[in-house]
């Protein structure tokens, strides 16, 4: 489901020293992607929702991301001044899963 010409250097980076990942996808799933609603659901979680946004993002427009956190009762929001595809660099990747195992930590160890 990768077809942007940047997402070529990301499945590259993923592929190496990783045989078991592929960019492929079973068609079937194409339809329940286009089924999620989740600014409908938001609203309803009951949990911590952390939120990553790519600030130039042109996939996934970060106005309707940061939207979806602010609909989440306990939503948080965290962003970063990349694209879509850069979030997958070795450096940002660090930096965001750093920032996820801080949200695990905060949320689970309390």
């Known amino acids: 489901m ?21 960019n492929e996808v079973a068609p079937r799933v194409i339809f329940d992607v286009l089924r999620l609603k989740p600014l409908g659901v938001a609203k309803e979680l009951r949990v911590p929702l952390l939120v990553s946004i790519a ?3 042109t996939e996934a427009p970060p106005y309707l991301t940061r939207r979806l956190a602010e609909l989440a009762p306990r939503g948080e929001v ?9 979030m997958y660099r070795p450096d940002v990747r660090g930096r965001v899963i750093a ?3 801080a949200f695990l930590k905060k949320h689970l160890l309390t």
């Open 99 to 101: 920032d996820q195992l």
């Open 2 to 22: 990768l077809v942007d010409p940047h997402a070529r250097e990301v499945t590259r980076s993923l592929r190496e020293g990783n045989s078991l990942w592929r």
């Open 55 to 57: 600030e130039k993002d």
């Open 78 to 86: 965290l962003s970063y001044p990349v694209s879509h595809y850069e």
